[in-house]
């Protein structure tokens, strides 16, 4: 008698699922990474809107925002905590973080120092 061999052996899908499961173990973490650098990229993003409110605020009024002023007015993006500090008429300081990254960035304006107006990871 003939037999039908259309199909697959129990082997050939195991092989294939041994497969998949080496490829998924080596994605998901690159994933989570990539997730955490998206993260990051946002809270950078609104450090550098809040130096851009803070320019035109001196811009009209020759003094920079104080504290809660400094970062109302724009909106921040979702899940992002920032706040300003030591605003003067000298300069400003700024930092930023997202709650689902562990990363905490700043900025400092008018203090003279190398990295003035550089967004910074802070350490």
Do not use: C
Not at 48 to 68: H, I, K
Request: charged share 15%; aromatic share 8%; no cysteine.
């Amino acid at each position: 008698m003939l037999r039908n061999t259309k199909g697959f052996t129990l082997i050939e899908l195991l092989i294939v699922v041994v497969i998949i499961g080496i490829l998924a173990a080596i994605a998901i973490p690159q994933f989570a990474s990539t997730k955490e650098k998206a993260f990051d990229a946002t809270a950078k993003s609104d450090v550098r809107n809040a130096m851009s409110s803070q320019e035109a605020y001196f811009a009209d009024e020759q003094t920079y925002a104080p504290g809660a002023m400094a970062t109302g007015s724009f909106t921040t993006s979702s899940g992002i905590a920032i706040s300003a500090s030591a605003a003067s008429a000298g300069g400003y300081a700024i930092t930023a973080s997202h709650t689902s990254s562990g990363n905490t960035f700043w900025v400092q304006v008018g203090t003279g120092s190398s990295i003035e107006g550089k967004v910074q990871k802070a350490p």
